[in-house]
C-alpha cells in the first residue's frame, strides 16, 4: 500500500463554480450561486473553511458567471494559508466536465472535484484513502456515495458488496439505491483525449468508469446541502444556525466494550476488537441508550483507538468498513452519529504490519485528547456540559485532558486504580444505558 498518511495537503482540490444558478435567479441576478449569501457568509465560506481545517491546501477554481467576485473575495487564498488558482469557462458554457478539460494545464496528475454550490461534510482522509486502495487494485477514479432511495434525488448508483457497479444518471433502474453523493477523485489522464473547448458533462466520463469496472467507491453517510433552489437555501441556513452559531454539548463515546461487544481473536488468543463486519455485535440496550441521549440534545460522536491495522492484524480499509456498518445501521434505526474519529495508529512496527504509514507518534491516540479536539474543530461544542463515555482508563484520562465530564462503564479495577492516579471518573454506570438514564 502506497503513504497515504499526510497527503491531503498535497492533494489538489478542483472546484466547479460556473453554474449559472437559474432555480435561485432572486439571489443570483448579481452573484454567483457560491457566493449567495448564508448567515452573513458566502455558501462555499462553509466548504472551504471545512475543508482547509482538515488539512487541504491546493484549489483549483473553475468559475464562469461571476467569476471575478470570487477572485476578489478568496483572492490568491493566503489569508487561508492555501494557494487558489483559477481558470475562467470563457464566452460559453462548457458543461462540468468540459470546464475541467479547459484547465487542462493547471490540472495535477490525481485530483479531486467537489461542486461550489454543496457542503460535503465526510471523512476526506478515508476518501484518499480509499482511492489509493483502489488504484491499488487498477482503478481510475473514485465516487462518494449516499444511500438514498430516492429520498433526495433519484438514486442513480448500483452498489453491490461495497464494490461501484454503475453509474448511470439518465437510465435509472430499481436496483439502484445511492447517489452521487458530490466528491470524486480522478486521474488526470481521464481528460487527455477531449479536445480543449469541448462540451461535456463529467457524468460522461463517471458512467464510463463505472462499467469499465475502474471506478471505486466511498460509502458516506451524513447527508449533503446543496442550494439549488429556495427550499434547500432555507434547509442549509438553518443547519448553519444549528452548528456553527449555537453550541450545543456533546457525548463522546469509546467503541469497543461500550458500543458493541469485545469479540475473542483465535489468533493471539485473547479479547480483541471486531475486525470484521462479521464480528460486529451491538451490547444490549445500546440503541436505546443512543436514542434517549440523542432525544437530550446531544451531538452523539465515536472516539476510538483502532491500532489493529498498524499491527497487521487487518487492514485499514475492513476498519472503516466497520464504521460504515456501524453507521448505517444507526442511521437505520433513526439515530445521527455525527462523526466516528478513529485512531488508526500505533507506535512501533509490528511482525505483519503492511501499511507502514500507520506507524507514527500521533496527537490522536487516547490518552491524548485529539480525537475530541478534532470534533471542536468543526462543531460548536459546549465542553462544560459534554461527556467523555468509556471503558478503559485511557478514556477518562482523555476526557480529562479535553475537560469533559468522564463517565467509566463498568467497575474500576486495581490496575486502572493506578493507572488513573488521580484522575477518578466522575461517574461510574454499569452500562451506556445507565449513563443515559442519568442525563
Known amino acids: 500500500m502506497s503513504k497515504v498518511d499526510g497527503n491531503i495537503e498535497k492533494m489538489q482540490v478542483v472546484v466547479l463554480m460556473g453554474g449559472l444558478g437559474t432555480r435561485l435567479k432572486e439571489y443570483t441576478r448579481d452573484c454567483p450561486k457560491s457566493m449567495v449569501e448564508v448567515e452573513g457568509k458566502p455558501f462555499f465560506d462553509y466548504q472551504l473553511k471545512l475543508m482547509v481545517k482538515q488539512g487541504f491546501k491546493k484549489f483549483l477554481f473553475l468559475v464562469g458567471f461571476g467569476g471575478e467576485q470570487i477572485e476578489d473575495y478568496y483572492g490568491d487564498g493566503a489569508e487561508l494559508g492555501i494557494s487558489i488558482t483559477y481558470c475562467y469557462d470563457g464566452e460559453r458554457l462548457l458543461?462540468?466536465?468540459?470546464?475541467i478539460r479547459r484547465a487542462y494545464h493547471l490540472l495535477e496528475e490525481e485530483f479531486m472535484v467537489i461542486y461550489g454550490d454543496s457542503f460535503m461534510d465526510i471523512d476526506y482522509e478515508e476518501t484518499l484513502y480509499r482511492f489509493a486502495h483502489g488504484k491499488e487494485e487498477g482503478k481510475e477514479s473514485l465516487m462518494t456515495v449516499l444511500r438514498n432511495e430516492n429520498h433526495f434525488d433519484k438514486s442513480n448508483v448500483l452498489v453491490k458488496d461495497g464494490n461501484l457497479l454503475l453509474y448511470d444518471k439518465d437510465n435509472l433502474i430499481p436496483e439502484m439505491e445511492y447517489i452521487d453523493y458530490g466528491v470524486c477523485l480522478y486521474l488526470k489522464k481521464l481528460w487527455k483525449d477531449y479536445e480543449d473547448g469541448a462540451v461535456f458533462d463529467i457524468s460522461k466520463i463517471q458512467k464510463e468508469q463505472s462499467i469499465l469496472g475502474k471506478m471505486a467507491v466511498h460509502i458516506v453517510t451524513k447527508r449533503f446541502y446543496e442550494i439549488g433552489s429556495k427550499k434547500s437555501l432555507e434547509e442549509f441556513s438553518e443547519y448553519v444556525r444549528e452548528r456553527f452559531l449555537h453550541s450545543r454539548p456533546a457525548v463522546f463515546l469509546d467503541r469497543d466494550g461500550v458500543i458493541n461487544e469485545i469479540v475473542y481473536n483465535e489468533d493471539i488468543e485473547q479479547l480483541d476488537s471486531p475486525l470484521k463486519i462479521e464480528e460486529f455485535c451491538l451490547l444490549e440496550k445500546v440503541v436505546e441508550a443512543l436514542q434517549i441521549i440523542q432525544e437530550k440534545g446531544f451531538y452523539i460522536f465515536i472516539v476510538t483507538n483502532q491500532p489493529a491495522a498498524a499491527k497487521g492484524k487487518t487492514s485499514l480499509k475492513r476498519l472503516y468498513d466497520i464504521n460504515t456498518f456501524f453507521l448505517q445501521l444507526m442511521k437505520k434505526k433513526g439515530i445521527q452519529i455525527e462523526d466516528v474519529y478513529m485512531c488508526p495508529h500505533y507506535g512501533t512496527k509490528g511482525k505483519y504490519t503492511k501499511e507502514f504509514f500507520l506507524i507514527k507518534d500521533?496527537?490522536?491516540?487516547?490518552?491524548?485528547?485529539?480525537?475530541?479536539?478534532?470534533a471542536g474543530e468543526k462543531y460548536s461544542i459546549d465542553w462544560e456540559n459534554s461527556y467523555m463515555v468509556g471503558d478503559?482508563?485511557?478514556?477518562?484520562?482523555?476526557?480529562?485532558?479535553?475537560?469533559?465530564?468522564?463517565?467509566?462503564?463498568?467497575?474500576?479495577?486495581?490496575d486502572m486504580c493506578r493507572m488513573l492516579k488521580e484522575n477518578k471518573p466522575d461517574f461510574i454506570c454499569k452500562d451506556l444505558y445507565s449513563f443515559s438514564q442519568k442525563l
Open 362 to 374: 500521533c496527537d490522536c491516540r487516547k490518552p491524548k485528547p485529539g480525537l475530541l479536539k478534532k
Open 392 to 414: 478503559s482508563y485511557t478514556d477518562i484520562l482523555a476526557g480529562k485532558a479535553a475537560g469533559v465530564h468522564t463517565v467509566l462503564i463498568g467497575t474500576i479495577k486495581c
Open 95 to 99: 458543461g462540468t466536465g468540459g470546464a
